[in-house]
């Protein structure tokens, strides 16, 4: 049980200070409204697959030649 023990020490997912340091070190580096950044993180999360699946696209045309 030792290599658990580390999951054990907060009662949160991860320490708050730290959480709130990170935070507020990307809100002063970024200077973006939060509304942009989640944009901006949703497009990346669509954009993934999609350029996942023009490659396999891609792919198979060449393959079929």
Do not use: Q
């Amino acid at each position: 049980m030792i290599p658990l023990s580390a999951a054990l020490h907060h009662g949160e997912a991860g320490d708050p200070e730290l959480l709130g340091w990170i935070m507020h070190r990307l809100d002063a580096l970024i200077s973006l409204d939060p509304a942009t950044i989640v944009a901006l993180l949703g497009l990346a999360v669509v954009a993934m697959p999609v350029a996942v699946l023009a490659l396999y696209a891609r792919h198979k045309r060449k393959a079929l030649r």
